[in-house]
């Protein structure tokens, strides 16, 4: 797992929010030109960390926003996960074996707050199942982690949904996995130490 999406309908907000919870606050990452979006980052050390993402009040005209229902999020919840591979071209050949539709791989980059610019592809996945993956494989390009706010860590990380042997079985073709349970609707739960003790989001 490379990092958690969570989506908010305000991202200062969001920011504000995610630093009442674990007592660090997350640093505005930049923002998506044509994507419709911008976020803010927070490291859980180990080459993983943790995208708070809203709609950019800036990019009005952007139709087709980076993670589908954006505009109409009420709440905060996470609405994506990335797995980080090292070729994007192996899990598109694994998914066109398995019969399963892609979108990419696509080429992706940010500038970030202190000019640098970060580079990537993604692969993403034509799945109507809520909480399937993205693929992501980082450029030369220092990982977000690494230049992000510390202090936080990852312990784990469920998905609850109703269809999970279905998505299991989708994640297992791709060569990945994740820790899927039966539930009445799609769900990611992560438990995280934190500065504020262990907490969920």
Not at 45 to 62: F, H, K, M
Not at 84 to 105: F, H, L
Not at 152 to 174: D, G, M, V
């Amino acid at each position: 797992m490379d990092h958690l999406v969570f989506g908010v309908p305000d991202l200062a907000q969001g920011i504000d929010l995610v630093e009442r919870k674990t007592g660090v606050r997350a640093e505005f990452g930049g923002k998506h030109p044509g994507r419709g979006t911008h976020n803010a980052l927070l490291s859980f050390g180990n080459r993983q960390y943790l995208e708070i993402i809203a709609v950019d009040p800036e990019q009005p005209s952007t139709t087709e926003v980076m993670f589908a229902g954006m505009r109409e999020l009420k709440e905060p919840r996470f609405i994506g996960w990335a797995d980080a591979v090292p070729d994007i071209g192996e899990v598109a050949r694994r998914a066109k074996a398995a019969g399963i539709a892609t979108v990419g791989p696509l080429e992706g980059s940010r500038r970030q707050a202190d000019g640098s610019m970060l580079e990537w592809k993604t692969l993403r996945l034509a799945s109507e199942l809520d909480l399937a993956p993205f693929f992501i494989a980082w450029g030369k390009t220092t990982h977000p982690s690494e230049t992000t706010p510390k202090g936080c860590r990852l312990l784990s990380f469920i998905i609850e949904h109703p269809k999970a042997a279905e998505l299991r079985k989708l994640l297992a073709a791709l060569g990945t996995e994740a820790d899927l349970r039966a539930g009445a609707k799609p769900r990611l739960i992560a438990r995280l130490a934190t500065p504020n003790g262990e907490i969920e989001l």
